[in-house]
T-cell receptor, first 112, second 109 residues
Framework: DAGVTQSPTHLIKTRGQHVTLRCSPI?????VSWYQQVLGQGPQFIFQYYEKEERGRGNFPDRFSARQFPNYSSELNVNALLLGDSALYLC???????????FGPGTRLTVL | DAKTTQPPSMDCAEGRAANLPCNHSTISGNEYVYWYRQIHSQGPQYIIH???NNETNEMASLIITEDRKSSTLILPHATLRDTAVYYC??????????FGTGTKLQVIP
């Protein structure tokens, strides 16, 4: 069975640009969460979606947005990129929000 | 979510049991204890979780004290591939997962 997949694996952008990251959950999983992991720190929660509805939001500015599609895949969008947005962006899926989360390999974003 | 406290690093000899402690003294009655690990530059991997009973699966055992204020993750026969950062998390089902800084486990040949 395929695990959580994310695309692209690596991405380089410049300050002020916009980026879209994509995530496909494990088949049958209906909840997707997004995390940001800066080097040397643990992942920080950004968003959780379930059945296309936002269920939770972390302490991130409005430049960060996300959505979930009818097939349960998800996109994370970041506008007006800053150098500090450089990080590993992780997507995790679970059958429902109550259950354990399974993480994808992440997208490494570098902002120059 | 309740906060957790873990030692920043630990060493374990290959083939020996690795016992990773976690303190969660402010845990509430409906919060589960979860363990994840993260091998360098990969996404975190779910290991095990429990509420108040000890749990065991193919990867590890989780021992939760009777007062639920601390727990220990046990890797029964550590291998070099177990070298990773191990995160202990407490969480009510459905809530966000809050990671701390974890314990960096180094398995030594």
């Amino acid at each position: 069975d395929a695990g959580v997949t994310q695309s692209p694996t690596h991405l380089i952008k410049t300050r002020g640009q916009h980026v879209t990251l994509r995530c496909s959950p494990i088949s049958g999983h209906k909840s997707v969460s997004w995390y940001q992991q800066v080097l040397g720190q643990g992942p920080q929660f950004i968003f959780q979606y379930y059945e296309k509805e936002e269920r939770g939001r972390g302490n991130f500015p409005d430049r960060f947005s996300a959505r979930q599609f009818p097939n349960y895949s998800s996109e994370l969008n970041v506008n007006a990129l800053l150098l500090g947005d450089s990080a590993l962006y992780l997507c995790a899926s679970s059958f429902i929000p109550d259950r354990e989360q399974f993480f994808g390999p992440g997208t490494r974003l570098t902002v120059l | 979510d309740a906060k957790t406290t873990q030692p920043p690093s630990m060493d374990c000899a290959e083939g020996r049991a690795a016992n990773l402690p976690c303190n969660h003294s402010t845990i509430s009655g409906n919060e589960y204890v979860y363990w994840y690990r993260q091998i360098h530059s990969q996404g975190p991997q779910y290991i095990i979780h429990g509420l108040k009973n000890n749990e065991t699966n193919e990867m590890a055992s989780l021992i939760i004290t009777e007062d639920r204020k601390s727990s220990t993750l046990i890797l029964p026969h550590a291998t070099l591939r177990d070298t990773a950062v191990y995160y202990c998390i407490v969480r009510v089902g459905g809530q966000k997962v809050t990671f701390g800084t974890g314990t960096k486990l180094q398995v030594i040949p």
